[in-house]
């Protein structure tokens, strides 16, 4: 009897870790938030894809090798929706830029080890944010490896465009065109004052233009008065112009 080819089971890069998106309100506010503004920033160009929470499978045939950082942008891509990241089928595209943010129970280990695997697969920029202290950690790719920024403060991604401010509030981000980071209910409440702000200037535009309308009509009913004082003045025979001189 003929022996019949080994069957190769198919390998599957599951979609989802199993693992929660945050462990609290602020690390999730923090996460949406800035994958938000980063994928407002690049909403017109078609070649960056931005995403969170999305899992990275760099190697083809390992998906033991994986990460799904919190958020990820990849220059070089389309957009689009993806239930992982598989870099084979990404044209070998690793993500150039990862952002972390920690939660209370990450270990010293678990960012080491994240910090090593971003180092391994070719992110050219790292940051790390303790939303619960406001502070921000950066990495870049120097000759290969990537090395701490030593000062964040006033730093300007050469990637993203983006600039890091420290403020009273903690670390900052802000657009290239100087915007700061907004959370969605924080550009809604924004988004409320400046039309409050445009309606106070419409309600005091109308109330000038009211205030013209009177004083035309004023006048108005003044030049009138003076025509009908001046029809009677000349029935009396005596000459307004006259008189004036």
Request: charged share 35%; proline share 6%; aromatic share 10%.
């Amino acid at each position: 009897m003929s022996e019949q080819p080994a069957i190769v089971p198919a390998i599957v890069y599951p979609d989802s870790d199993g693992m929660p998106i945050a462990d609290n309100t602020r690390q999730f506010r923090a996460i949406v938030t800035i994958q938000g503004n980063l994928d407002a920033i690049f909403r017109e160009r078609d070649d960056v894809f931005v995403a969170g929470d999305l899992l990275w499978y760099p190697v083809e045939g390992r998906p033991d090798i994986r990460r799904a950082p919190d958020v990820m942008v990849v220059f070089g891509r389309p957009k689009g929706d993806r239930g992982s990241y598989r870099q084979w089928e990404e044209n070998g595209i690793a993500p150039q830029v990862v952002f972390e943010v920690i939660s209370p129970g990450d270990t010293l280990t678990e960012l080491a080890a994240k910090l090593e695997f971003y180092d391994i697969y070719g992110v050219e920029e790292y940051y790390l944010y303790d939303p619960e202290h406001g502070d921000m950690s950066g990495w870049q790719r120097i000759d290969g490896r990537l090395r701490v920024i030593n000062e964040l403060d006033g730093w300007v991604s050469l990637r993203l465009g983006i600039t890091f401010k420290r403020t009273d509030r903690g670390m900052q981000l802000y657009w290239p065109d100087g915007r700061p980071f907004l959370s969605f209910v924080e550009l809604q409440t924004q988004a409320e004052e400046e039309r409050r702000r445009a309606e106070q200037e419409r309600q005091r535009a109308e109330e000038e233009r009211q205030r013209a309308e009177q004083e035309r009509q004023r006048a108005e009913e003044e030049r009138q008065w003076a025509e009908r004082l001046a029809v009677r003045l000349r029935a009396l025979g005596i000459d307004p112009d006259a008189e004036q001189e």
